[in-house]
């Protein structure tokens, strides 16, 4: 181990630990939990390994306390995440919308389980890719990801908190049962290599006239830790750039737009995708996750058939990524979506396909990898081999 | 190149390990692409519990076994349940101390857990297969495993379980333990 404490070298690992070892990697330092399957590894090796780098691992009474220990830990200037699953991730709702409106970094990371309510707690879902985009209540923007390997869990761990540093938002990482169990080699590289984009800090006068919400150019206010001697107010309610209250409908318009537009503006930067087999392809398969690695095969397979399928696989499920989608898509004749809920990403291809090309889906209602037969099968139905 | 290995029993008899052992040295040790997954029960012992090992010169998309190539049983239990999920040609390796192979079927076995038992515990009876599986089937280097075991495992468990593993090996060979 090196002095930072990064476990630098090839490893065995599983995609929970993995992500505990990006956060370490990251300079994550607190972790405010509610252990729950299929995430409970991740709490348990980071309340081993957080104490051993100078960090706090905090097990709290429930999620929702354990977000807002996540959120208290950002504004006092650390690097801060939390790990769950289906019903912990509906009782975070409420203090995420809090993480935007305070403008608060922070990594959640949701290990998908079979559900609605208790589902499945050892078994796969992919069910909760709405409730990323859409279930706090209010207007907002954040960015998720989903990993389809334990190396990527430990690579978007690290970009995960980047990008909640560099906007200010809270950031999700989507994977899911399949992703977090499974044991793979995970590459961690030296600490000069892994990338470190840290937070715009306030360098101004502290004082009467400093406002810790005053954006700069680019939307985001420059960040005034607590207890560096700013004065800071942090509030859920509609605030002005000084952070106190003001209940007003411009204020609440002219707030509330610039923090979705701070993530609209950079959508770009934040979108993220790989492609498998396209340039030629005329029948694109969109999946994420676990679910991804039986689209590759599925992909495969249909090309073996003389079948010219492609694969778009989203890493960044939000934002959407556009233009990857839309680079391809005018080739495309049909698009397939394929991931373990009943239809939920298709939504978003459908109301991007302005055309009468059809859109059709592979679902599942979670309990069980998507294997590739299924999706293989809806290739060759489209393609007209069946 | 690509292979499927499932490794069946109970909970507390080492599947997960042997499996977790099984995939370091393919990957890390032999260049190999190789991924683990596993399936287990509620209870911590006694109930069944597999671990599943793809390995394969080139990516592995989807990471489940699906027919194996090798079958490891460490109970009756396990036996049973997954002798028909395995490809035609299958590599069948038994504890002959637990288990007993359906009269017809073409099986290879030691007798696992006596042999840990007289190396001084029954719970190596997990890398004595392993050894066995080395010592039946030429993708393994055992320098791979040996290194695998070594980086796993704690320190003052190791000595015993390199033991057990060249048990295994032995008993490959020479289809008799060695003293």
Redesign the interface.
């Known amino acids: 181990m090196s002095e930072t404490g990064i476990l630098t070298g090839?490893?065995?690992m599983n995609g929970d630990h993995a992500c505990a070892e990006g956060a370490i990697a990251a300079g994550c330092r607190l972790f405010g939990g509610y252990p729950i399957t299929p995430s409970t590894e991740v709490a348990e090796r980071l309340a081993r390994r957080l104490p051993q780098v100078g960090g706090v691992f905090i097990q709290m009474e429930d999620e929702m306390a354990s977000i807002a220990a996540v959120l208290g830990a950002s504004a006092a200037g650390s690097r801060a995440m939390t790990a769950t699953s289906g019903p912990g991730f509906s009782l975070m709702m409420e203090n995420l919308g809090l993480a935007i409106m305070m403008e608060l970094p922070c990594l959640i990371v949701n290990i998908q389980r079979g559900s609605p309510s208790t589902g499945l707690p050892?078994l796969p879902g992919q069910s909760d890719i709405m409730q990323a985009r859409w279930g706090s209540h209010g207007d907002y923007r954040l960015a998720a990801y989903s990993p389809w390997s334990p190396q990527e869990i430990f690579d978007l761990t690290i970009h995960g908190f980047n990008v909640a540093d560099r906007y200010r938002i809270p950031v999700l990482l989507m994977a899911d049962e399949?992703v977090g169990?499974?044991?793979?080699?995970v590459v961690i590289p030296e600490a000069a290599e892994i990338p470190f984009w840290d937070r715009k800090r306030a360098n101004g006068k502290a004082g009467e006239t400093f406002h810790p919400f005053e954006p700069g150019e680019d939307l985001v206010p420059p960040f005034a830790h607590a207890g560096e001697g700013y004065r800071v107010h942090f509030t859920g309610l509609t605030h002005d750039t000084r952070g106190y209250p003001d209940m007003s409908a411009e204020m609440h318009q002219q707030l509330v737009r610039r923090l979705v537009d701070k993530v609209e503006r950079n959508s770009a930067k934040l979108e993220m995708s790989d492609d498998y087999e396209v340039e030629d392809a005329n029948i694109l398969v969109l999946s994420y996750g676990?679910t991804a690695?039986?689209a590759?095969?599925a992909v495969?397979e249909a090309r073996e058939l003389g079948i010219k399928a492609g694969a778009l696989r989203l890493i960044s499920i939000w934002p959407f990524p556009e233009q990857a989608f839309n680079a391809l898509a005018d080739q495309m004749d049909a698009f397939i979506v394929a991931e373990v809920n009943l239809g939920q990403m298709i939504t978003e291809v459908e109301r991007r396909v302005r055309t009468s090309k059809p859109v059709s889906g592979v679902h599942h209602a979670g309990g069980a990898?998507l294997?590739?037969g299924p999706i293989l099968e809806e290739i060759k139905r489209v393609a007209g081999h069946a | 190149m690509r292979a499927e290995i499932r490794i069946a029993g109970f909970g507390g008899q080492g599947t997960v390990l042997a499996g977790?052992l099984l995939?370091?040295a393919f990957?890390?040790y032999q260049g190999l692409?190789?991924?683990?997954?596993?399936s287990y029960g509620?209870e911590a012992r006694g109930g069944a519990s597999s671990s599943n090992i793809v390995v394969a010169d080139r990516e592995i998309?989807?990471?489940?076994v699906e027919r194996a190539d090798i079958l490891i049983a460490l109970s009756q239990e396990a036996y049973s349940k997954f002798k028909d999920e395995v490809q035609p040609e299958a590599l069948v390796l038994l504890d002959t101390s637990l288990v007993t192979a359906q009269s017809g079927e073409k099986t290879l076995g030691l007798p696992a857990t006596e042999i840990a038992e007289q190396l001084g515990h029954r719970i190596v009876a997990n890398v004595v297969m392993l050894g066995y599986l080395c010592g039946s089937w030429d993708w393994i280097e055992a320098e791979a495993l040996e290194k695998a075991i070594r980086t796993t495992l704690k320190a003052h468990t190791v000595e015993l379980n390199l033991k057990a593993f060249q048990q295994g090996l032995a008993y490959a060979a020479e289809k008799e333990p060695a003293t």
Not at chain 1, 181 to 185: G, N
Not at chain 2, 33 to 38: F, G, I
């Open positions: 090839s490893h065995f050892t399949v169990h499974m044991v793979e080699r676990s690695r039986s590759r095969r495969r990898m294997p590739p | 977790y995939g370091k990957s890390l692409e190789a991924v683990m997954t596993q509620p998309a989807f990471p489940f």
